[in-house]
Each structure stands twice: as C-alpha cells, then as structure tokens.
C-alpha cells in the first residue's frame, strides 16, 4: 500500500484510484448513449432528471451506505427505515394532526438514534454488522405493522404541495424537491467523506481497523457515527419517499437496501472497505435508474430483466474489482 | 451441571424448551395429538412440518458459514428450483381409459433431479466465484439473489404457476409412519451430513478452513475444492427446500418464493450458536434454530398477539441471542453481578 502511494507519478496515468469511478462514469455515459439512438425521445433532459426524481430516495440511502461501506461495515436496515419513517410521519400528520415542521425533524431524530443504537450495539458488544443491522431490519418492520397493517394515505395540504412543487429548469424541464435534497445530500457526503477529519478517519478503519487504533484514531466513536449518518440518512430518504409516494405502509421499500449496495458497488466503492467515492454512488444510482427506463422505454422487456440487467452489471463490476485489487497487489 | 451448562447445545435447546412450555401454558391441546386418517394431527407435528424447509436451508447455511462465508442466495434458489419443478410437472388434464387424469409433462424422478442439479448449478456458480474469483461471499450471492429472483420469474413469465400433479403433492403434504413426509426429508439430509461430517475428516477441515484459510491451505486441506462443495451443497439444501415448498402450495410463485429465507436461515444458525465469524459450527445446533423460529411463530398466533407483533418479537429473540454471545457483553454482565457491595469490599 505505502510503496504504491509512494511510486513516482507518470504523468499522463490518471491515479489508480480513481479507475473504478472512470468506468462507471464510462457505462453510465455508454448506456445513455446507447439508449439516446436506439430510443425516441429517450435523449431529452427530462428523462435524464427523471432518473435523480425517481431514485432520489435510493441516492440518499447510497450515500449513507457508501459510508459504513467504506468503514468496513454494512447496513440492512435501510429500507425498513424509509418504511417506518413514512409510517410514522403518515400516522403523526394524519391521525395526531401534526404539522409538516414538526413531523419531519421528529422522524429524522427517530432515524439517527436508531442508527446511532445499532451502532453503538456493534461498537461496545464487537458483534457481527450483518446480526446486528438484520435484528435492526426486523425491528423496524415489526414498528411498522404495530402502528398499523394497513397502509395510510397523506392528505395533509402541505405534505402534497412540497410533493407536487417542481422546480423549473428552464427548455420544459423540471425537478422535484426531493431529487434537489438528495443533491444535496451526495454535495454534502462528498464534502465530508473528503475533507474532512471523521471522513478520513472512516476511510482509515475501512483500510485497516488496527493500525487506525494504533495512530490513535478514535475509532470506536467514528464507527457509532457511521451508523448514525446511515440511519439518518435512511430517516431522511423516508421523508423524501414519503412526498414521492404521499402514503406510510409497512411493506414500502421492501429489498431497498440490496439496490443500495448495488448502486455502491457499481459505484466504485470495495465492499472490503477503505476505497470508494460519494460521487460514484450517485452514478452507481444513476446506472441502476437507466437500466429500469430503458427497460420501460423498449416496452417490448418485462420488468424482470431489470434484476437480470442489475445482477449482470454486479457481477461485471465485481469481476472488474478483483482484477484491479490483484494488479495492484 | 456445569458440563451441562457449558455445552454449546444448551442455549439454544433451553430457548425450545422455553417456547414450548410458553405454548403449552396458553394452549392446554399443544402436546395434544390426533391420529386420524393413518397420520397424526397436532400442533407439534405442525410445527415440525413447516419447521423442515427452513431446517434444511439453515442445515446448508451452517457450513457455509462455518467455512467463514455466508449465503444470501437461497431465497432465489428456493424461487429458481421450485419453478423448475413446477414447469417441468405442470399436470395436463387428459383423458385415459375414459377417467380424466393429470399427467406430469416429465416423469417426477427427472423433474426433481433436473430441479435439484439446477439449484446445484447455482450453488457452483456461487463457489466458484469465492473459491475462485476470490470475491467477498456477501457479494458474490448477493449477484445470484437479484438476478436469480429475475431469473425465476423469466421462468414462470412473471405468473403464479398452479401443478395439478397429485404423486406430486406427497413431497410437502404426503405422510410416512404417521409423520409428515417432509420431517423425514429434512432428517435424511441432516444424518447424511451428520455422518460426512463425523466419520469422515470433512468436518475437521471445514472446521480448519473457517478458524484460518490461509493455514489450512498450508497444511494440505483442499481449502477451494472444500469451499465451492459447500456452496454447492448449501444451494442443493436450499433446491430440495424449494421442492418441499412448492409441493405444499402446489405452485410456484417466481416472486414470492422463499423471499426473506436467506434470512431466517442465517437468523437459526446464529440461534444455534453458530459464530458467524467461522469455524465454531453445529449442524444440530442449527435445527433447533429452525425449530425455535417456528414454535415462535406459533407461540405468537397461539397466545393471541397479532401476528404483526411478529417481527418485533423475532427482532428481540435476534438482539438477545446475539448479545448473549458476545463474550464482551457477558463480561460487562459479570462485572455488573460480581461487583462487591461496598460493605463487603473488605
């Protein structure tokens, strides 16, 4: 590792790093590309915006499994997040009459300490992620149905104003609050993950947990922290989902959280821990949203083959992985 | 009793032990059985028969895990093998000799082995791609779990596929001695691997290569051959669960098929006091895991807690067990219990 850091610059190479993100960006780029001729009117900006509209929840759960990714860890409880907190956003605004600015900050609060407890649960006890987070996933459902089985719809006039509100772009195309957020959201993951101390500090227990111990890094408090930030970024992909959908219901975003670690393996980040961007997880997103349009753009596909698509592209990047891995080995 | 107490069976046994007694205390008919119909009915020998699918994923899962990797696949596998089954046997309505009659579009034993070796097909892929390729096993199955739940519904084309087959139903409905045949399924399974792996050196190997692959390589043991045989195994396991279900609800649904069962399987492994970490396994251990799930199940419905209440229960069984595991939260327990009083510090 420290020999490669080391080696002299050649110039014209780009850092060996930043291979995996190129070739994501590259299949993004060739998709799109692909889709633009073999489709009509596959090639304008809405469609292209529609893909961050549809998948801006999935983008803001990306981001915060991006980072227990990168720490070495992982988290399954991010789609029974998003379910519990529509839930219990529909349950407060419908049935206790909350208001939108009372709800949400309550639900995103609900979120993080959840995530804060798993975490807190894998740091103290040196129990197993997957136990742990799969314990929180089964909670979290279970919270749903207690509070009801039947799903409940949002009338809330201000719920469905944020959700209908769309942003104008200019040339007829539009973006909606919830894509904006999870822009947001990426800006902010990339900022932290790259400049500041906790993100190296994440980046360092991904690499190798002991020697971040022995430079005196506090990892145990950064490893809490990770599952925090993912618990409240499932929290918020809820809220989100919530205006997308404008309903709480337990079986919302069943299977979410494998499209998360999908689009964060597609995006360029090892599943070993330790290297990975933010940005590449919007992309791995991204790639995950064009391979469902164009799916639906053909007509011809039934929806199945977007798991056969989504398998084959894993797979492809993890091969691809494993050969970078070895060649700088 | 302190052996007793020290042996790795006696958790998970006194948990079932536990379960039953709660069962039996609000439901006086639960040890109750019926024999009706050449069978027994009863609430136990219910159990034992929904418990059997799940056993045998867990019985697959147990050694994939005691080699340190882990399975999440086996929900597609079920999907996949109990599609092929439900294809290749369908059940045309014909008439012969004047009486209507269903007849299978292959004779069963071809079916089931063409389902089986499909699932088995699988598990190889899986194996191959750890032993191999050297990918994280978490990553490896998680491409077979997307695509093979698609490559199940290519299959059915999307639809609920109904087999009209009787011979067929014995697999999940049929009886042998008075007991459900699938109990005997799931018990041949378990004593076949219960003497690989306690006559023969498999056991010890597996054992090896879960506490360090890279030394168990240096020392001789086939580490890749024995790896992508578990895999396989694990999957066939997880085939033969596929068959049992499908049989049971006579169709096989591409979509909804053994959806969540890579994880109670992994959920009764850990039950059984498997670590997931490798090496420390017990098959037997991971039965009464499969069992304790279902009587849980049924203890909840029979005490008349909504079964949405369900899912929070399991969640706490999970967080208990595994803390009870832990040897940092059993010393932080001791340090709480054995702390002396102030007065008795001297």
């Known amino acids: ?329 | 009793m302190q052996r007793l107490l020290r042996h790795r069976l006696f958790w998970p046994f006194a948990t079932l032990v536990l379960l039953l007694a709660v069962n039996a205390a609000f439901n006086p008919g639960f040890w109750q059985l019926q024999w009706r119909d050449g069978h027994l009915y009863g609430s136990v020998i219910d159990i034992l028969n929904r418990a059997a699918p799940l056993a045998l994923v867990a019985i697959g899962m147990t050694l994939v895990i005691a080699t340190r990797g882990i399975d999440i696949s086996v929900g597609a596998v079920v999907a996949i093998s109990a599609a092929v089954i439900a294809l290749m046997i369908g059940g045309e309505l014909v008439v012969k000799d004047g009486v209507q009659t269903h007849v299978s579009r292959f004779p069963m034993g071809v079916a089931i082995v063409a389902a089986l070796a499909v699932a088995a097909l699988c598990g190889l892929w899986n194996g191959l791609l750890v032993a191999k390729v050297g990918m994280q096993p978490i990553i490896a199955t998680l491409i077979l779990m997307v695509a093979g739940r698609g490559v199940a519904q290519l299959l059915t084309g999307g639809q609920i596929i109904t087999v009209y087959y009787a011979p067929f139903f014995f697999l999940g409905n049929g009886f042998l001695l008075g007991l459900p045949f699938a109990v005997f399924i799931a018990a041949a399974v378990w004593a076949t691997v219960h003497l690989l792996l306690t006559r023969t050196a498999l056991g010890l190997f597996i054992q090896s290569i879960g506490i360090n692959p890279a030394a168990s390589r240096v020392a001789g043991v086939h580490e890749r051959l024995i790896t992508v045989c578990v895999y396989v195994f694990c999957a066939f396991a997880a085939g033969v669960a596929g068959l049992v279900i499908s049989s049971n609800v006579k169709s096989a649904d591409g979509n909804n098929a053994g959806v969540l069962m890579e994880l109670d399987a992994i959920l009764a492994v850990t039950l059984g006091g498997t670590a997931l970490t490798g090496g420390r396994f017990s098959v037997a251990g991971s039965v009464l895991g499969a069992l304790i799930i279902q009587t849980l199940t049924s203890t909840i419905y029979s005490i008349g807690v909504p079964p949405e209440v369900n899912m929070v229960v399991k969640a706490g069984v999970v967080f208990v067990v595994m803390l009870l595991q832990s040897a940092e939260f059993r010393a932080a327990v001791r340090a709480l219990v054995v702390r002396p009083s102030p007065g008795a510090a001297r």
């Open chain 1, 1 to 329: 590792m420290i020999a490669a850091a080391a080696a002299p610059d050649r110039g014209w190479r780009i850092d060996s790093r930043l291979v995996p993100l190129v070739g994501t960006v590259a299949v993004f780029v060739l998709t799109a590309g692909y889709g633009s001729v073999a489709y009509r009117g596959f090639f304008s900006a809405q469609v292209f915006l529609n893909l961050l509209i549809d998948n801006a929840f999935l983008c803001i759960v990306g981001v915060g499994m991006t980072f227990v990714i990168l720490s070495g860890g992982i988290d399954l409880s991010v789609g029974a997040l998003i379910a519990l907190t529509t839930m219990i956003s529909a349950a407060l605004v419908e049935h206790a009459h909350w208001s939108v600015w009372e709800t949400i900050p309550l639900v995103l609060a609900v979120g993080a300490t959840f995530g804060a407890f798993m975490g807190w649960l894998i740091e103290r006890f040196r129990l197993q992620p997957f136990i742990v987070t799969l314990a929180g996933m089964f909670l979290a459902r279970g919270l749903c149905y207690l509070i009801s089985i039947d799903s409940i719809s949002i009338t809330d006039a201000t719920y469905t104003a944020i959700s209908q509100e769309r942003i104008a772009l200019g040339a007829g195309a539009s973006i909606t609050v919830g894509a904006l957020i999870a822009l947001a959201v990426v800006a902010l993951g990339a900022w932290i993950a790259h400049a500041t101390e906790f993100g190296r500090t994440v980046y360092a227990i991904g690499g190798n947990e002991a020697s971040a111990l022995l430079m005196g890094l506090p990892v145990g408090r950064t490893r809490v922290l990770v599952y925090t930030i993912s618990g409240f970024c499932s929290a918020l992909a809820g809220v989100v989902f919530t205006f997308y959908m404008l309903s709480g219901y337990g079986l919302h975003a069943v299977g979410l959280e494998l499209d998360a670690i999908a689009a964060v393996v597609i995006g360029g980040t090892l599943l070993s821990g330790g290297v990975g961007y933010v940005a590449g997880t919007l992309v791995g997103v991204l790639i995950l949203g064009i391979v469902q349009t164009m799916i639906s753009f053909d007509g011809s596909l039934s929806s199945w083959w977007t798991r056969i698509v989504i398998g084959a592209l894993l797979l492809v990047f993890c091969l691809l992985q494993r050969a970078f891995e070895r060649r700088r080995a």
